[in-house]
């Protein structure tokens, strides 16, 4: 979990809590508050989720390129042994 996806989970509890204190004051201020305090939690929680998909897909095709490097290293050498015998 990125910093962003704490702080989005944060805003959202934090909003909720002043929205509802707001329900329960009576104070529509208040309440407004906490519900644009959600609605940003949400969308910073959203992005930390973007970055952590993209991370992972990055590492993914990082480990494949180097996957099929090694492997191909390999096929060239296993060419060039053959060709010796030819």
Known sequence: M???RVKGM???VAGSVKR???ELTDNPKLQTEGIVQQIKGK???AL???KEVVSDALKSAKLH???HE???AEDSTEDTQQS???
Do not use: I, R, Y
């Open 65 to 67: 390129v180097d996957t």
């Open 84 to 86: 010796k015998f030819k």
């Open 2 to 4: 990125n910093k962003d």
């Open 48 to 50: 930390g989720k973007t």
């Open 70 to 72: 090694h492997l191909g």
């Open 20 to 22: 509802k204190v707001g």
């Open 10 to 12: 944060t805003d959202e």
């Open 43 to 45: 969308a910073v929680n």
